[in-house]
């Protein structure tokens, strides 16, 4: 089993200012994303140099409340928008979630437009250690956000995952994980991005 960066998510109270957090701390422009049916939130996205991408993602206040928690612990954010969770992609997230502790949550379908996937979501909305575990999906289909989003010059440096277990964090993804741009310290939770932007070195965090 293989677990593979696939993009990095700053969530806002709205999505407007989480779209502004990205683009006035990588100097960009953010493109239009869409809606998510199943959790009700809608995004804004940035294609990166190194093949990820961005997703800028907030509580769509139109939109009905769903009848589960909200990925990626969207029921409780509050204050200024920032980076909260990384989301690793495999080739079989049943298996993946056979090999990992519980906590990760169960596979939950999802499409937006005509990309197809799945995204293992905890009952609760919280992903282990603090939302500093990374949430885990698998890509039904070729179509990926990559292959239509323009691609900006920053590129992802280090994304740095701080919890007072970053230990243990790290020694259970290990075996599955093989990114030297993920590095683990310990500290209260938080995660940053480092990125080299043609306005130098900048941090989302």
């Known amino acids: 089993m293989k677990l593979e960066l696939d993009h990095i998510a700053v969530a806002g109270e709205t999505l407007q200012q989480a779209t502004e957090h990205v683009a006035q701390t990588l100097d960009v422009a953010m493109q239009s994303g869409g809606e998510h049916a199943v959790f009700h939130t809608h995004n804004t996205l940035l294609g990166l140099a190194d093949g990820l991408y961005l997703e800028a993602i907030a509580i769509n206040p139109d939109a ?86 323009t691609t900006c010059d920053s590129r992802l440096q280090m994304l740095e995952v701080r919890h007072p277990q970053a230990s243990d964090i790290a020694a259970l993804l290990a075996p599955y994980l093989h990114d030297p741009r993920v590095t683990f310290a310990v500290g209260q939770p938080r995660l940053s991005a480092h990125f080299k932007t043609p306005m130098g070195d900048r941090t989302l965090s």
């Open 64 to 149: 009905p409340a769903p009848a589960c928690a909200r990925w990626f612990d969207l029921d409780r954010f509050s204050g200024k928008a920032r980076l909260t969770n990384w989301i690793c992609r495999c080739d079989d997230l049943d298996a993946a979630l056979e090999m990992l502790p519980q906590g990760f949550g169960r596979p939950v379908y999802i499409e937006r437009g005509d990309l197809r996937w799945r995204m293992a979501v905890p009952e609760s909305g919280v992903l282990p250690y603090d939302n500093c575990a990374p949430a885990l999906m698998e890509w039904l289909g070729d179509l990926r956000p990559m292959h239509r989003l």
